[in-house]
């Protein structure tokens, strides 16, 4: 008999479904698996199990979380629980110190090693810039020899993607934390395009014209973030932040339909057309509950298109490259690339 605490099980093939350019689909709603550093790679591989048990099939990691080879683990004995590989999507991302030609498909092989994968559905570039920054540093930290965006170097990085899509270890490739005009010039350049951009969404950033953009281009919008990352680390904190799960539109909606502002959050996200991946140990099973089900009214989604703050929470500062610089010149805020 089941743990009485343990989430209900929702059948998979009720959770809407995005479809890629290439006629993939990729559930609309995925877990997150980045602790925040401070949650054990442990613990989160037991969540991957215990979501995979109730319905997830969507799984966002990422070399840099510091977890995949127990999360591979986990995956591992969800394909011997009978789950088939196809019906997983399994995405993870190329750190920022090996957008090296010669790192992209060793650092692809080695995440596919820890997943315990033969390969992935989805490989990003986890940010334009090839500046390193160690897991765990805070907001001042910066790579000694950091550079701005360097589109000639970022193609370089790109046909190395593409690489990995035409050996077959993975069938998408996509881009995170990129901006209108980098993307344009990718979409300008690249042989194979991006099939995702992955992005911080959530009622407080809304990111409009970058969601239209995408859309229009025919990539499909991930939002990280989706609750508003309670327990990001410090160095991703600023006075100014605003706590979209606090938002009295949302708390008012969150209790007339007895549910956590979170859940009002997810459903929000899904029903506007991005795919939220939000992290959980504790909260997974009402927040694939909250993806399914009974819709948000059009006058509740008006509302929420209402409380967009512009609020950036993961700025990027530790990937500045110049002394005296701030955040918004990673972001091309207007228009152009920033230099
Ligand atoms: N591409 C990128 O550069 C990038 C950047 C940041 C994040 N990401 C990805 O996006 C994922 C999500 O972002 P995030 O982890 O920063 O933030 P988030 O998903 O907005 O927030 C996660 C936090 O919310 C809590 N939570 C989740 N569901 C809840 C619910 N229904 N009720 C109450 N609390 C709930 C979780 O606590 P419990 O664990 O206790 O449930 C956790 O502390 C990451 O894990 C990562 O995979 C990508």
């Not at 190395?160 to 010039?185: A, C, F, Q, W, Y």
Request: aromatic share 8%; hydrophobic share 40%.
């Amino acid at each position: 008999m089941a743990h009485p605490a343990a989430p209900a099980a929702i059948d998979p093939a009720a959770v809407p479904q995005r479809k890629l350019f290439t006629g993939a689909t990729m559930p609309a709603i995925g877990l997150g698996t980045f602790g925040s550093d401070h949650v054990s790679a442990d613990q989160i591989a037991e969540a991957v199990k215990g979501a995979a048990a109730i319905g997830y099939r969507h799984f966002d990691c990422a070399s840099v979380y510091g977890n995949e080879a127990e999360i591979g683990a986990s995956f591992e004995a969800i394909l011997q629980g009978g789950i088939k590989r196809e019906d997983l999507w399994i995405t993870s991302k190329l750190w920022n110190d090996k957008h090296g030609e010669d790192d992209v498909i060793a650092s692809c092989r080695q995440s596919l090693a820890d997943l315990r994968l033969e390969y992935l559905d989805l490989y990003l570039v986890h940010w334009p810039f090839p500046n390193f920054h160690p897991p765990g540093c805070d907001a001042t930290s910066r790579s000694p020899g950091a550079r701005p965006y360097l589109h000639e170097n970022f193609m370089k990085t790109w046909r190395k993607m593409e690489e990995l899509v035409d050996r077959g270890l993975v069938r998408h490739i996509g881009t995170s934390n990129m901006t209108i005009p980098k993307l344009k010039l990718l979409l300008r350049d690249a042989r194979i395009r991006p099939a995702v951009n992955e992005m911080e969404l959530h009622p407080h950033f809304q990111q409009p014209e970058l969601f239209r953009f995408v859309v229009e281009n025919g990539i499909q919008p991930v939002g990280y973030c989706p609750i508003g990352s309670p327990a990001r680390p410090d160095r991703d904190r600023t006075p100014e932040d605003t706590v979209p799960t606090e938002d009295p539109v949302i708390v008012e909606i969150a209790q007339r339909r007895g549910m956590h502002p979170a859940a009002v959050c997810i459903k929000w996200a899904v029903q506007r057309g991005q795919t939220p991946i939000p992290f959980s140990v504790h909260h997974y099973g009402e927040n694939l509950a909250a993806a399914i089900g009974e819709p948000l009214t059009g006058e509740e989604m008006r509302a929420i298109a209402g409380i967009d703050r512009n609020c950036r929470f993961i700025k990027g500062q530790v990937f500045l490259w110049k002394d005296g610089q701030s955040w918004e010149d990673l972001w091309d805020l207007n228009g152009e690339i920033t230099q």
